[in-house]
């Protein structure tokens, strides 16, 4: 029989890496926290192309400095002169931001103890870093006996991050700026192809991309606009976050409350 408490508790450590680079903490401490999940991930690989990235992984991060990784981010998120990667479900459902599948990652979260943290994160529901930071705290949830979330997991996976993970990866595997998140990637292949079979859920069809116009390209909607102008406020404000102001979870034990 599988021991499905460590399972759980290693499916927890993946997200939550996962999460770390995508919704990435200018704290030193957070970074060598980073780190250290690196190392002891890097002991008990998921396979072999994983066990080498993991490795790329850990020697590419400066032990003393998160400046080369906060760089790369910058590269890949934030360089107006590079291509925008967009990293939400809705995107790549419907070609717009805030879609149908927000819609479902807010009724998902609605039946958790956890909600969006509204005052210091911006992104939607249905992006990555959310995704990856809620799964983790789930699974670990799961792991510690509260088996009631086993089917908010597995329609998680199944009806959102199943269907856009790919593309994202792919996007930025395929990057020029991208050296660490390039690696990361080889990684995050490798436990997504482990869920699919732990959850049994099969891999997507490939989907047929719709070419755009420019005008199509540069419609977007007023609360968009506000959420980049929220975040381009974020940016600005540098290190003067604290530790806890990246973390896009908070925790609410009226289950019922609204979001």
């Given at each position: 029989?599988?021991?499905?408490?460590?399972?759980?508790?290693?499916?927890?450590?993946?997200?939550?890496?996962?999460?770390?680079?995508?919704?990435?903490?200018?704290?030193?401490?957070?970074?060598?926290?980073?780190?250290?999940?690196?190392?002891?991930?890097?002991?008990?690989?998921?396979?072999?192309?994983?066990?080498?990235?993991?490795?790329?992984?850990?020697?590419?991060?400066?032990?003393?400095?998160?400046?080369?990784?906060?760089?790369?981010?910058?590269?890949?998120?934030?360089?107006?002169i590079n291509k925008k990667i967009r990293l939400t479900a809705?995107?790549?459902?419907?070609?717009?931001?805030?879609?149908?599948?927000?819609?479902?990652?807010?009724?998902?979260?609605?039946?958790?103890?956890?909600?969006?943290?509204?005052?210091?994160?911006?992104?939607?529901?249905?992006?990555?870093?959310?995704?990856?930071?809620?799964m983790s705290h789930l699974c670990d949830n799961i792991s510690?006996?509260?088996?009631?979330?086993?089917?908010?997991?597995?329609?998680?996976?199944?009806?959102?991050?199943?269907?856009?993970?790919?593309?994202?990866?792919?996007?930025?595997?395929?990057?020029?700026?991208?050296?660490?998140?390039?690696?990361?990637?080889?990684?995050?292949?490798?436990?997504?192809?482990?869920?699919?079979?732990?959850?049994?859920?099969?891999?997507?069809?490939?989907?047929?991309?719709?070419?755009?116009?420019?005008?199509?390209?540069?419609?977007?909607?007023?609360?968009?606009?506000?959420?980049?102008?929220?975040?381009?406020?974020?940016?600005?404000?540098?290190?003067?976050?604290?530790?806890?102001?990246?973390?896009?979870?908070?925790?609410?034990?009226?289950?019922?409350?609204?979001?």
């Amino acid at each position: 029989m599988q021991d499905n408490q460590a399972i759980n508790k290693a499916r927890a450590l993946y997200y939550n890496l996962f999460a770390n680079f995508f919704v990435l903490s200018k704290e030193t401490q957070n970074y060598l926290e980073l780190r250290d999940l690196i190392s002891i991930l890097k002991e008990n690989p998921l396979d072999n192309s994983s066990a080498g990235a993991l490795e790329n992984l850990y020697e590419l991060l400066d032990p003393t400095s998160n400046a080369t990784l906060m760089q790369e981010f910058d590269d890949l998120f934030h360089n107006p002169i590079n291509k925008k990667i967009r990293l939400t479900a809705s995107y790549y459902d419907e070609g717009v931001e805030s879609g149908k599948k927000r819609v479902e990652m807010i009724n998902f979260v609605g039946k958790t103890k956890l909600r969006r943290n509204e005052k210091n994160y911006y992104e939607y529901e249905d992006s990555v870093g959310f995704i990856f930071s809620l799964m983790s705290h789930l699974c670990d949830n799961i792991s510690k006996g509260e088996k009631e979330y086993e089917n908010t997991v597995h329609c998680i996976f199944s009806s959102v991050l199943n269907d856009f993970i790919d593309e994202v990866a792919k996007e930025l595997y395929e990057h020029n700026s991208s050296k660490i998140f390039k690696e990361l990637m080889v990684v995050l292949h490798s436990f997504i192809e482990f869920e699919r079979l732990y959850l049994e859920v099969s891999k997507p069809a490939p989907k047929v991309k719709v070419e755009k116009t420019s005008c199509e390209l540069e419609e977007i909607s007023e609360e968009e606009k506000q959420r980049r102008a929220r975040n381009k406020v974020l940016k600005a404000m540098g290190p003067k976050k604290t530790q806890n102001e990246s973390c896009p979870i908070d925790i609410h034990y009226d289950v019922e409350s609204e979001i």
